[in-house]
């Protein structure tokens, strides 16, 4: 495994990542309900590939694109309904191409006889 491919990050590390203070996760914590790091015995972060991802697009909204935290929170709400929308077509699509290897079948079945 690469070194870079960790499973866990601590609060530094992440922090350095978007070049930031750790005391600057902490409050996005309070505001964005998920973004939820694990935490150790001793109560220590570890943030997750999923965890980070989230702060990619928070710190984009807010620092680089400097909007509020109301607004990065609304935009993270509209880019979470378009991916399930994605899904929702993305299963539909896969329902439709099972309809269609279905018919296939049966017309090769046909096709043999």
Do not use: C
């Not at 902490?26 to 980070?52: A, V």
Request: aromatic share 10%.
């Amino acid at each position: 495994m690469n070194e870079k491919e960790k499973l866990y990050y601590s609060i530094t590390e992440v922090a350095e990542m978007f070049n930031i203070n750790a005391s600057t996760l902490r409050f996005w914590e309070k505001e964005f309900p998920n973004l939820k790091p694990d935490t150790n015995l001793k109560g220590n972060r570890k943030y997750t590939k999923k965890d980070i991802e989230l702060i990619k697009q928070i710190h984009y909204y807010s620092v680089t694109k400097g909007m509020t935290l109301k607004g990065v929170k609304n935009q993270l709400t509209k880019n979470r309904s378009k991916k399930y929308d994605s899904v929702s077509l993305t299963n539909e699509l896969l329902s439709v191409r099972a309809q269609l290897e279905e018919i296939r079948k049966e017309l090769n079945r046909f096709k043999e006889s």
